[in-house]
Every structure is written in C-alpha cells, then in structure tokens.
C-alpha cells in the first residue's frame, strides 16, 4: 500500500489504485489478495469503491471487435489472412445460405516492396475480401504516376520500362473496388532501389 | 463536462505521472485501472467542489441495521430468544444478550480468514445480493457464494457454539 502512486491524502492508507484494479481482474497473487481482501473486510471506504467500481467495470459493454476502426488491426488481419494457409471454412462457420452482408471494408495492404531494397520486380498486395478489381500505381517523389494498372489479382509485375533512380524514393498504393464504384486505398508506401548488395 | 475536463488535466499533470502509475503487469487491464483511476479522480473533483459529503445520521442508522442483520440471524439459528427486539427500551436483559452476542460474533470473526470476512461483510453489512459478490470477489457464479455463504456460516455458528453464546441461554 505504498503511497508514492497516491499522494493525495485522502487515499493514504487505503488500497492503491492498481491494487484495486488487479483485484477487479483477478490479478493478484493469492499473498497479495488476502491481503487486498483483509484490508476490505475492515475499510468500509475501500470496500464501497470496490462494489462501486465492480459494477462501473462488469457492466461496460463488451467491445464489437469486428466494428473496431480498420487501421492496423485490418492490416494486421490481412497479412494474416494471406500468410496463413486459409482454413476450411465450413469448419469454422455455420452453414450460411445467405452472402453476409458487409459490414467493414478492410482496405488492402501493400506488402512489397517496402524500405530499401535491391530490385523491384513486382507488386504485392494483401487482398480484400468482396474485391474483384484492384487498382496499383507508383509515383515518383513529385507525386507523378509513373505507372498504373488494374487487375483481379494480387500481384503485379512491374513492366521493364520504368526505370528507377538508385537511391531515389518512389511511393505506390493500391485500391480495391469492393462494390460497383467504390474504391478502398492502401497507404501510400515508400520504397528505393538501392545499389546492389555485392 | 467540469469532471472531464479536471480528470484529463490531472491526467496530464507532470508529465504524465499519473498515467505512467500503470503497471502492465500483463494481468491488469489498462482499461480497468483507468476506471478506477478515473473514479477516484472525479471523487476528488467532487469534493473540491462541495466538500466532503456531510456524515449524516441516516446511511449509520442504515449500516447498524444492516450489521444487526447478521446477528439477527445467528441468534434466530442459535436460538437465542428475545435478541430481535432487544434494543427495545425496558428490555436490559436482551439488551445485554444481544451485546454480548456481538461481542462474542467480534472475537469469532477475527480468527476468519479474510476473504470470509469480506464475504460476510458484503452480504451482511452492505447486503449485496450474492450475484454482485460474486462480481466483486470473483466467485463463479451466485450459487458459489450461496455455497460460501452456506460453509462459513455453518462455522460461524460452530465457532459460537464452542464459545458458549448457546449455553449462555437462562
């Protein structure tokens, strides 16, 4: 019950805030809960900010992981997604007779190249579920398309005639066409050709 | 609005101090521990603004009640007569007994392990109902406390037996 986290007089001798908190998660070791526990039966302040707090944290609603903002966690899942051996989904999902409806979009990901690198052969991507059409394109650092095409697949390769400056920087994205004119972008990535390793 | 704002200030003050009193210990949510910070935090504000909550008479009478409760019903399953109404006026002998009965239910707590005692505490004295106890202390389900409940109060009347609170009766 150090009081160096608390120096609010009020709250000196009483349970400290992350004590109370990791009793609320079942976190303590058992030592440490009896003693949080002991302390309870005997300190009508504490215990009241206990049930309080118990009812305050039982009764927040459970966040809807699959509405979470796309950002990262997307990025992150659709790497998964294509790096993982894809599962049998009647494994995992009840029989459906109904396409589900889409809630999210999850845009997709440019996966390489990325950073520096030796050569740049092609373009890959991340897909995204629902798309049939993606849209790549590369820029040089004034932000002029040097190159752009569209294809159902994931990946693209990269025609001879672009011609990338050593050590230059040079950006490419890629858009997915989810429904008929909509259109979800990858961030913009940069990459550069480095000379060669020897 | 006040609240929220005072709370993100001081969440902020000195560079974060308060924030950085997380300790991820991998088992604590950051969510849960800032509820309770947050909490406290908003408390303060409170009683910055109008002062401490005047201990009025009502919530003791209230929590002299609810600990009788437990005497109460010890004294229904040890039989002892005449302890429910024993703060009537004109009634010395109860009144006696039912002091007596407290005191003896005192010692006998005290040898309790905690966590019995902070259960017997939530029910009888804030008189919970037993799914929040189990909320609170982590029990399973209700039927966990009931069973808890069930166990130590079943000590509870050994151990005020074997002080003699039965014998004591004329």
Not at chain 1, 48 to 55: D, F, K, S
Not at chain 1, 80 to 90: D, Q
Not at chain 1, 116 to 125: N, S
Request: one cysteine or more; a neutral charge.
């Amino acid at each position: 019950m150090a009081a160096h986290m608390y120096p609010d007089p009020s709250y000196r001798g009483h349970l400290e805030a992350g004590e109370v908190a990791a009793y609320l998660d079942r976190a303590l070791a058992p030592s440490e809960r009896t003693r949080v526990e002991a302390h309870l039966a005997d300190c009508d302040a504490c215990r009241t900010e206990v049930v309080a707090l118990a009812r305050l944290v039982r009764a927040r609603p459970n966040p809807r992981r699959w509405y979470l903002p796309v950002g990262a966690l997307a990025a992150a899942a659709a790497a998964l997604l294509l790096l993982l051996p894809r599962p049998e989904p009647e494994l995992l999902e009840p029989p459906d007779y109904r396409e589900p409806v889409i809630t999210t979009t999850v845009a997709p990901v440019a996966i390489a190249p990325r950073g520096a690198i030796t050569t740049a052969e092609r373009l890959v991507w991340s897909s995204v579920p629902h798309a049939d059409r993606y849209r790549v394109a590369v820029f040089d650092d004034t932000g002029r398309v040097l190159w752009e095409t569209q294809t159902s697949d994931t990946v693209t390769v990269l025609p001879d005639h672009i011609r990338f400056v050593t050590g230059a920087p040079y950006h490419w994205k890629v858009q997915a066409q989810t429904s008929w004119n909509r259109w979800v972008s990858s961030d913009l990535v940069e990459f550069s050709i480095g000379p060669p390793r020897p | 609005m006040d609240a929220y704002a005072y709370l993100l200030e001081h969440l902020r003050r000195d560079d974060f101090r308060r924030l950085r009193g997380y300790v991820a210990d991998g088992r604590t949510k950051f969510t849960t521990w800032l509820v309770v910070v947050a909490r406290r935090l908003c408390l303060d504000h409170l009683r910055q603004r109008y002062g401490r909550p005047q201990e009025s008479e009502l919530p003791d009478r209230e929590a002299h009640a609810a600990r009788r409760r437990l005497v109460d019903l010890l004294a229904e399953e040890l039989d002892v007569s005449g302890v429910a109404d024993a703060t009537a006026e004109g009634n010395p002998e109860a009144h006696l007994r039912a002091k007596e009965l407290s005191r003896a239910l005192a010692g006998v707590l005290a040898g309790f392990e905690p966590r019995d005692r902070l259960l017997l505490k939530l029910r009888f004295d804030d008189g919970l109902p037993a799914s929040e106890i189990g909320q609170v202390m982590g029990f399973a389900t209700q039927f966990h406390v009931y069973r808890r409940l069930n166990a130590v109060l079943g000590q509870l009347r050994a151990a005020m037996r074997g002080r003699g609170v039965q014998d004591s009766e004329p």
